[in-house]
């Protein structure tokens, strides 16, 4: 690597400087309050892991994510966690290991071995709460309100909408379908693309049957308003029980949702099956017209423990912290910045450490260096007594 090269970080990694640190730490410790308030204990896991560890349940999906090291000490393959969810299902399984209902939540960085997208940062600040033992609409409506109230403290929250959808509607098409291994994962590929022209030849050239054939062409179109779902309902009348009962699930949901949330917009889409690997139920996602793609995620994951020794129903969310700052539109108040002669005075190392007290900032004038350009008072000794006097 050439000499001037190496202040150069890795391409698609981000550090923070001033006063952009300062707005995401004072953010960070905004949510974290929020959370401790609904009852949310924190927990800090390490930035890595045994690889098995990471890649376990979820995991599996971040293998190509996951930047993996050799320990010098044991031998072991480690990994870099690129998702904090795996750590904070295994704590749940192994550490804690409570009979009751378990709140979690997290913050901390994670680093991608590739982008999320071609501009995306491969660093992101992880910040997201995990609730377990509890299977019912009750908790995944807790999560989902605790996802906007973060946006709401954060300041993002004009034209704020939700996405939410339902891994069942496809599970169950699924069943009926009887597709092979290969089948299924095509036809899900352009599912996620929306490819409609693709997916509509996939379908037609099918050995399934008839009354199959149109459920399956017509789930990528299930998208839009609440009206989707009864639509969904008459599309799906044949279907396997466990479909209506997923679009019950949604409706059920969304209008606990709407009581919380009257100003908030809801979008149906039946075909999200973002974490289709680990999501075993709702899928939802928070956006922006600000920002292209989702501000904050989350789901229920019942199996996420599994491969830990114990399966318990866990449902949550997360956001990159310094995105929700980006989007943020709370300004920041910076604090009074005072200077002060650099004096072994008794009175004036007082005064100081007050006004540090008080949230001043104070700032010592060093011999032989230029005062600080941002203080906007000093401290002068007058009558004996050291007071601010304004620049």
Known sequence: MALADRWLLPEGVQELLPPQARRVELLRRRLLDLYEHWGYDLVMPPVLEHLESLLTGVGHDLDLNTIKVTDQLSGHTLGVRADITPQVARIDAHRLRQSGVTRLCYCGSVVHALPAQPLASRNPMQLGAELYGHSGVESDVEVISLMV???????????????????GVFTGLMQIAELSEAEKETYLDMLQRKALPELEGFVAALDVAE????????????????????????????????VIEAIDYLQQLSERIALRFPELDQYFDLSE????????????AAYTPAFGQAIAKGGRYDEIGRDFGRARPATGFSADLKTLVELSSDVVQNAQQVLAPAEEDAKLLAKVQQLRAEGVRVIYALPGAEPANECTAELVLRDGEWVTVDL
Request: hydrophobic share 45%; charged share 15%.
């Open 211 to 242: 009354r199959v054939r149109p459920m399956l062409a017509a789930l990528p179109t299930l998208n839009g308003g609440v009206e989707v779902l009864n639509k969904a309902r008459q599309l799906f009348v044949e279907a396997p029980a466990q």
């Open 273 to 284: 099956l973002r974490g289709y690997n680990y999501h075993t139920g709702v899928v939802f």
């Open 149 to 167: 109230e973060t946006m709401h403290a954060a300041g993002v929250n004009q034209e704020l909408s939700i996405d939410l959808g339902h891994v």
